[in-house]
T-cell receptor
Framework: NAGVTQTPKFQVLKTGQSMTLQCAQD?????MYWYRQDPGMGLRLIYY???????DKGEVPNGYNVSRLNKREFSLRLESAAPSQTSVYFC?????????????FGEGSWLTVV | RKEVEQDPGPFNVPEGATVAFNCTYS??????FFWYRQDCRKEPKLLMS???SGNEDGRFTAQLNRASQYISLLIRDSKLSDSATYLC????????????FGAGTRLFVKA
């Protein structure tokens, strides 16, 4: 039962390099998200996609781009990595049901920019 | 004022203790509420939804007070394995649908 799968798990980048974090979910959810979490801090929403074909900025979108490739996949791209983007990145998906919008997370991607 | 606020803790309790976490939210149009648990270096995972009438799952009890705009989580008979960060989550309608996570309250249960 995979749920939300994201890759890579760990990555070290040099300042200025680019990379893409991949995410896929197998729960047939419409909504997908990218969050970042810095040490001792809460989750901050980078971008989200309410449905296939749509993407919207969250709280901290600067320095990132996203692509909702299809219903399953939602990627996050760092065009020119900066040390301030060192963080743990979580992909998530959700479906609005009887109890509300329940969000399910991937295991996280640990990114270090040096 | 933050949309969702939690006591940052940490809470340090002995095994067997009862511990309560509180969370307040600012938007009265908030619709649904959850508690998530996050272990160190892991992803957040749904612990339980919070219903208006209150709900219980084993040693865990969640309560919602809409009038005062807060939710609570009570853990009875704490275990070492309960050590984690507990996140309050609120779904609200505010210029669109939003899910807001609290910053979390850290719990350490000690032998």
């Amino acid at each position: 039962n995979a749920g939300v799968t994201q890759t890579p798990k760990f990555q070290v980048l040099k300042t200025g390099q680019s990379m893409t974090l991949q995410c896929a979910q197998d729960m047939n959810h419409n909504s997908m998200y990218w969050y970042r979490q810095d040490p001792g801090m809460g989750l901050r929403l980078i971008y989200y996609s309410a449905s296939e074909g749509t993407t919207d900025k969250g709280e901290v979108p600067n320095g990132y781009n996203v692509s909702r490739l299809n219903k399953r996949e939602f990627s996050l791209r760092l065009e020119s990595a900066a040390p301030s983007q060192t963080s743990v990145y979580f992909c998530a998906s959700s479906e609005y049901g009887t109890t509300g919008n329940t969000i399910y997370f991937g295991e996280g991607s640990w990114l270090t920019v040096v | 004022r933050k949309e969702v606020e939690q006591d940052p803790g940490p809470f340090n309790v002995p095994e067997g203790a009862t511990v309560a976490f509180n969370c307040t939210y600012s938007n009265s149009a908030s619709q649904s509420f959850f508690w998530y648990r996050q272990d160190c270096r892991k992803e957040p995972k749904l612990l339980m939804s919070v219903y208006s009438s209150g709900n219980e799952d084993g040693r865990f009890t969640a309560q919602l007070n809409r009038a005062s705009q807060y939710i609570s989580l009570l853990i009875r008979d704490s275990k070492l394995s309960d050590s984690a960060t507990y996140l309050c989550v609120v779904n609200m309608i505010t210029g669109g649908f939003k899910t807001i996570f609290g910053a979390g309250t850290r719990l350490f249960v000690k032998a």
